[in-house]
Every structure is written in C-alpha cells, then in structure tokens.
C-alpha cells in the first residue's frame, strides 16, 4: 500500500494494480518454498528451525525476484 510510484499519476490505479499481483505473487512462490522446505528439512517441526526456514525462504525468493528484476530492467532500451 505503501510502495512508491512513479511520477505518472494518471496511471496510479494500475501501478499499484501491478503492485498488488506481483506481491500476491512472491507470497505464493515463497508459500511454496517453505513449504516444501519444511517438509524437507524440519520433519520433527522444530521451532527454531521452522523460523530458520522463514527467514531464509524469505531472504532467497527476494533476492531471486531481485534479480530477475534487475536483469529484466537491463534488457530495456
């Protein structure tokens, strides 16, 4: 809700349209990690490690999503 937008204000309804889909977005790739991180890795459900996997599912989806974006924002003219 929060997230700046560019200066085209006559298309603000879509940017943050856009933004609301690509966040649903990484909420459900990051689900899907986690989920099979956890099942994977933390079969005893372990506290700490279900956290563990948390942040670290977190850190990696973002940093993929970042890096997708970079390169998708490299290959505009």
């Known amino acids: 809700m929060f997230q700046p937008i560019e200066d ?4 603000f309804g879509l940017q943050k349209l856009y933004q609301a889909l690509f966040g649903l ?9 986690f989920t099979l991180a956890e099942n994977t890795l933390n079969v ?3 506290k700490w490690k ?8 977190w850190l990696a989806v973002k940093l993929v999503f970042i890096g997708a974006m970079a ?3 490299e290959s505009r003219p």
């Open 25 to 33: 977005f990484f909420g459900a790739v990051c689900a899907v990690v």
């Open 44 to 46: 005893q459900r372990t």
């Open 8 to 11: 085209d204000l006559d298309n």
């Open 71 to 73: 390169v998708a924002g």
């Open 50 to 57: 279900s956290w563990l996997i948390v942040i670290s599912t």
